[in-house]
Nanobody, 123 residues
Framework: QVLLAESGGGLVQAGGSLRLSCAGS????????KGWFRQAPGKEREFVAA????????VYADSVKGRFTISRDNAKNTVYLRLSSLKPEDSAVHYC????????????????WGQGTQVTVSS
């Protein structure tokens, strides 16, 4: 069973935009913090952005602050990541995750992971 399913990745030119979506299959995920992480070839997985359970608090990695926006729609059990002003260094597999945590920027706090969606930014 796929618990978290990402979509919306693709190939885009530098300066372009994408919107990633992550749909949860368990109603309980509406009470979980949600995070986006990414992993480029040969690099470790890194934190991108996170949002708490009711959307009142968001955190971003410095590398994406001002360019990416995380949001959630609990009625749809979905979290979004809007990627703008994309750079080639943003190319990576982007993963969403869910966790019962208040330290929403900490990767190890997330128990449930999607399979990822590829974002490729051409120069």
């Amino acid at each position: 069973q796929v618990l978290l399913a990402e979509s919306g990745g693709g190939l885009v030119q530098a300066g372009g935009s994408l919107r990633l979506s992550c749909a949860g299959s368990r109603r309980a995920f509406n009470t979980y913090a949600k995070g986006w992480f990414r992993q480029a070839p040969g690099k470790e997985r890194e934190f991108v952005a996170a949002i708490n359970r009711d959307g009142s608090n968001t955190v971003y990695a410095d590398s994406v602050k001002g360019r990416f926006t995380i949001s959630r729609d609990n009625a749809k059990n979905t979290v979004y990541l809007r990627l703008s002003s994309l750079k080639p260094e943003d190319s990576a597999v982007h993963y969403c995750a869910a966790g019962q945590t208040s330290t929403i920027a900490t990767m190890s706090e997330y128990n449930f992971w999607g399979q990822g969606t590829q974002v490729t930014v051409s120069s």
